[in-house]
């Protein structure tokens, strides 16, 4: 075996060597090269903590709200700019600093809910809250404190140590009922912990029909924002190989951001290059958990065990997906118990393996027997955006909650397309043309026939037209 390198054409052009040195030229390439090879996989990497950094930012630059404030999205305008938000139940968000707030008290109402807490990392900690999480919807109280905050008497709080600064605080109201629903919020209350005593009461902030965007930011507007949040929170032992990484491409941590003319230029394409590459890893997932049926279309968004991680390694490309087009994860939302938690089923081609167009009009044919014991949902949504799909009707779902036309057999056809078919307006949900889009199908209390797959779910069919 020769131990020279030789010259060569490859993938990035031709390298040259003069007595096994690479060329002045060829160097500039292998550098270049390896730069955004590097900025590629970090924005693979980083999606997670930018879907928050990005809602976070819309929280307090939109909506004014401060870091004890919590923000009620309820309509369909509200939840327009939210990655894949569920159409059907309210939320309750928030995104307080710890740093400037100091430890957090958070108090949960008794009555149907889901919720958790979460690092700026989307990783759910030991915060679950409702019927899913260890109160099981009786009420709970909450102590989170963040890194280097100690808190000396704890005595009536259930601890929740955050890892990042910034945390996000979810509530989702499961009760058809407005004035239970009602007075759920006004029993959902966050404070700091200094003020226990005497706590103000918790402000709910309207979005109050502002247009925001949840949706991660192209282009130099995406590295930015990550220098920003990158110094702001504390650095994983995990991430500190990408944090070399990112070094000669000009972020690094206690340093500010002045990308020069040639790192502006490889990071602006691997920006690009890098949502190419999560649309891929989203749309046509590569995980062998991610088949639910192996004769259907539909899979498992949420391909990994949220608060879990496998032997040797971490989830990468798994987080990649799930947080290009959606944001949080907790163990709630990938359900191992029948009857409580959440599941999400995700099809982005028809029956017939095609991408969805929402040129052309589709009916998807839901069972009468549909495994869940609160409700199940449908739900579009623009493929680029991962927002609803931004319609005059304002319609993003339909739901067993809402009144269906159903057939004889007590299945409903759900039609997806620019127009409703004749007779099934209260079953329709609008596409647009020249757009793609997916859909999620949400089983809520997902029950046994869910688990052992002994129930199926039809594909995205065409209509003939």
Do not use: C
Request: glycine fraction near 8%.
């Amino acid at each position: 075996m020769t131990l020279e390198l030789e010259d060569a054409d490859t993938r990035i052009g031709r390298i040259e060597f003069e007595n096994g040195y690479p060329t002045k030229l060829s160097v500039q390439a292998l550098f270049d090269e390896m730069d955004f090879q590097r900025a590629t996989q970090a924005y693979l990497w980083s999606l997670p903590i930018m879907g928050f950094a990005q809602w976070h930012k819309q929280h307090e630059a939109v909506f004014g709200a401060k870091d004890t404030d919590l923000v009620l999205y309820d309509s369909y305008r509200d939840k327009l700019g939210l990655l894949t938000a569920n159409a059907t139940t309210p939320y309750i968000l928030g995104f307080p600093n710890l740093a400037r707030t100091g430890p957090l008290v958070l108090e949960v109402p008794p009555g149907p809910t889901a919720g958790g807490i979460s690092s700026l990392w989307q990783m759910a900690l030991n915060g679950e809250f409702g019927e899913a999480g260890p109160d099981r919807g009786r009420g709970d109280k909450l102590l989170v404190i963040g890194p280097e905050q100690r808190v000396e008497d704890t005595e009536g709080y259930r601890v929740v140590q955050a890892p990042t600064f910034v945390v996000f605080i979810g509530l989702r109201i499961l009760t058809p009922d407005p004035d239970e629903a009602a007075a759920l919020r006004e029993g959902f209350r966050l404070y700091p912990y200094a003020e226990r005593g005497n706590p103000e009461p918790t402000n709910i902030v309207s979005p109050d029909g502002k247009a925001w965007s949840g949706t991660q930011p192209r282009g130099m507007a995406y590295w930015q924002l990550l220098s920003q949040t990158l110094q702001r929170e504390p650095v994983r032992e995990q991430d500190r190989v990408m944090m070399a990484m990112l070094k000669p491409l000009g972020i690094e941590k206690g340093r500010p951001f002045a990308p020069d003319a040639r790192q502006t230029a490889l990071l602006t394409e691997a920006a690009f290059v890098g949502e190419a590459m999560a649309r891929a890893n989203a749309y046509q997932k590569r995980f062998a958990n991610a088949q639910i049926w192996p004769e259907r279309q539909w899979e498992l968004s949420l391909a990994f065990e949220p608060g879990e991680q496998p032997p040797f390694r971490t989830y990468l490309d798994e987080y990649a997906s799930w947080f290009y087009e959606a944001v949080t994860a907790s163990r709630a939302m990938a359900t191992k118990s029948p009857g409580v938690g959440q599941t999400y089923l995700e099809a982005t081609r028809d029956a017939g393996g095609n991408w969805l167009d929402g040129g052309k009009t589709y009916r998807l044919r839901v069972g009468p027997n549909v495994p869940a014991k609160q409700f199940w949902s449908v739900t579009a949504y623009d493929n680029q955006t991962r927002v609803f799909i931004d319609n005059p009707h304002e319609i993003a779902d339909r739901s067993s909650r809402m009144d269906l036309r159903l057939n004889e057999d007590g299945s409903a056809d759900i039609y997806f397309g620019p127009e409703a078919p004749e007779g099934w307006e209260q079953n329709w949900i609008p596409t647009l043309p020249g757009r793609g889009w997916f859909a999620y199908f949400r089983l809520y209390a997902p029950l046994e026939p869910w688990f052992d797959r002994s129930w199926t779910l039809a594909d995205i069919e065409p209509v003939a037209e």
